[in-house]
């Protein structure tokens, strides 16, 4: 999973860097396309293995990937109006959330494989929210 953090990150990187440059209409389409086809493939990956070692915390993490798809497709439609930076701020808090996601969520259910912790479903609070 780590590797594929390590990709999303950098897409989102270089989507952002190309927002804040003069944009490529083209690249842009292309990266945003990988940035959301990523995390959708990433996520259904992470959520099958969860599902297959029984993960008490699943229900709650489905649902920080639901808001952060929810993220992206507000994207998508910034990058479709033209809203540059706008666009380039909002790949800027994606990437942020992810890296928050990544610590927080994925480091709860890592701890739990490795047996190092019990992870009480509903009584975890909601994860990091991306800003408006």
């Given at each position: 999973m780590n590797s594929e953090h390590e990709v999303q990150i950098?897409?989102?990187?270089?989507?952002?860097?190309?927002l804040r440059s003069r944009p490529?209409?083209?690249?842009?389409s292309a990266l945003l396309h990988?940035?959301?086809?990523?995390?959708n493939v990433h996520f259904l990956s992470e959520?099958?293995?969860?599902?297959?070692?029984?993960?008490?915390?699943?229900?709650?993490?489905?649902?920080?990937?639901a808001r952060l798809m929810e993220e992206i497709r507000g994207?998508?439609?910034e990058v479709e109006?033209?809203?540059?930076?706008?666009?380039?701020d909002l790949a800027a808090a994606v990437?942020?959330?992810?890296?928050?996601?990544?610590?927080?969520?994925?480091?709860l259910f890592e701890s739990w494989l490795e047996g190092t912790s019990a992870v009480p479903d509903a009584a975890?609070?909601?994860?990091?929210r991306v800003p408006a």
């Open positions: 950098r897409l989102l990187e270089e989507l952002e860097a190309a490529d209409r083209p690249r842009v990988q940035v959301v086809e990523y995390a959520e099958l293995l969860m599902r297959l070692q029984s993960y008490p915390g699943y229900d709650a993490h489905v649902g920080e990937h994207l998508e439609r109006q033209g809203h540059r930076e706008a666009s380039a990437r942020d959330w992810i890296v928050t996601h990544i610590q927080t969520e994925d480091g975890r609070p909601a994860g990091p």
